[in-house]
C-alpha cells in the first residue's frame, strides 16, 4: 500500500501513543514534543483514511481500527529492538532457549555449558529447568529435552540417551538388601510416574508391593531422599554416577528397567535457526563422546 515510504516515524508515534493513551508521554518517551506526536498520528490517520484515536477530555481510547493496528505493531517493534539488541560490541549473536528435564539439565548439561560457551562464544543459552511436564510453544522454547518414548505430538524428537533405571539407596540400607523381594519391607521413594516401580518388580518377577511413602515430582529430590536414608529411590543410573562413586548411593542390584530415554524436541512447525542446529550438533557430539569414553572404561 505504501510501497517505499512506510511512515516509520508515524507508526512509532502512534505505538507510543497507544500504549500510553496520551501523547504528551508518548512524546516524552520520543523525545519531541506532544504536537509533533500528535501531528505524526494524524498523518498516518490520513494515509490509512480511518481514526486510530477517540480524544477525550483526560486523554485518548482506542478505535477498533486503532486496537486492530496496535499488536502488530507492538510484536514487529519487540522483534526490531530484540534483533538490533543481538548486535553487541559489533557482532551478532543469537540465542537458544531449551527447556529441560531437571535431572539432564543438572546432571547433563549445566556441567558443561562453559566448554559450549568456549566453542560457540556468540550463541547464548537460556535454559530452564522442569519436571517434564512443557508446553514447547506457550513457554517459547526452542528446543525441550524430555524423558519419555520419543512420542509428543506436533514435535521432531531426536533421541539423546538411553537412561535405564535400578534401585539406589543409601549405604546402611543396601546392607540389608541381600535380595530383591528385601525391597518389600523398605519404604520405596516415588515420582509421579506411577507404574515405575511396577515395572521393575516384574522384570525381576517378585510382587511389588503395596505403593507406600512420599511421591516426588522430580529424580533430583528423589535422590537427596535416599541419600539421606529416607528410603530406596528407582534412578537413572548414568545420571547419578557422581554419588555412587562417593558411594553417597549404593546400587544394590545389577537388575535395571528401561523406562524410557532422554529426548531432544522441538516443534515440527517451526524454523530451524543456524543457531539450533549448532546447539543440537554440540549435543549430540558431546553426547557420542561421553559414551565412547564410557565404553572405554568399561573394556578396562
Not at 507508526?11 to 519531541?32: D, I, K, P, Q
Not at 566448554?115 to 517434564?132: M, V, W, Y
Not at 543409601?170 to 507404574?195: C, F, H, K, Q, V
Amino acid at each position: 500500500m505504501f510501497g517505499s515510504h512506510l511512515p516509520f516515524n508515524a507508526l512509532c508515534a502512534f505505538e507510543a501513543s497507544a500504549r500510553h493513551l496520551s501523547f504528551t508521554r508518548a512524546g516524552l518517551e520520543l523525545c519531541v514534543t506532544q504536537s509533533a506526536v500528535s501531528h505524526q498520528v494524524k498523518t498516518l490517520e490520513d494515509m490509512l483514511k480511518v481514526k486510530l484515536f477517540r480524544r477525550l477530555p483526560r486523554g485518548l481510547a482506542l478505535t477498533d481500527e486503532g486496537l486492530a493496528l496496535m499488536p502488530v505493531l507492538t510484536e514487529t517493534f519487540a522483534r526490531i529492538r530484540a534483533t538490533l539488541d543481538q548486535f553487541a560490541d559489533g557482532q551478532f549473536r543469537e540465542t537458544v532457549t531449551v527447556g529441560a528435564v531437571g535431572t539432564f539439565a543438572t546432571r547433563w548439561l549445566l556441567p558443561r555449558l562453559q566448554a559450549f560457551r568456549k566453542t560457540h562464544p556468540r550463541i547464548d543459552l537460556r535454559i530452564f529447568t522442569n519436571n517434564n511436564r512443557v508446553d514447547i510453544a506457550g513457554e517459547g522454547l526452542d528446543f525441550a529435552i524430555r524423558f519419555g518414548d520419543g512420542s509428543w505430538h506436533g514435535t521432531r524428537a531426536v533421541e539423546l540417551m538411553a537412561a535405564p533405571q535400578s534401585p539406589l539407596c543409601a549405604p546402611d540400607i543396601a546392607g540389608r538388601l541381600r535380595r530383591p523381594e528385601n525391597l518389600r519391607s523398605e519404604i520405596l521413594l516415588r515420582s509421579y510416574r506411577t507404574d515405575e516401580w511396577e515395572r521393575w518388580f516384574a522384570g525381576v518377577g517378585v510382587p511389588c508391593p503395596k505403593a507406600r511413602g512420599p511421591v516426588f515430582d522430580s529424580s533430583i529430590g528423589i535422590a537427596e531422599a535416599a541419600v539421606q536414608g529416607a528410603g530406596v529411590a528407582l534412578l537413572p543410573v548414568a545420571m547419578f554416577a557422581t554419588e555412587l562413586k562417593k558411594r553417597r548411593l549404593v546400587q544394590p542390584f545389577k537388575n535395571e528397567v528401561s523406562l524410557g530415554s532422554y529426548w531432544l524436541t522441538s516443534l515440527k512447525s517451526k524454523r530451524e535457526t543456524s543457531a539450533m542446529k549448532t546447539f543440537q550438533g554440540w549435543l549430540l557430539a558431546q553426547l557420542s563422546s561421553s559414551e565412547s569414553t564410557s565404553k572405554q572404561g568399561r573394556k578396562r
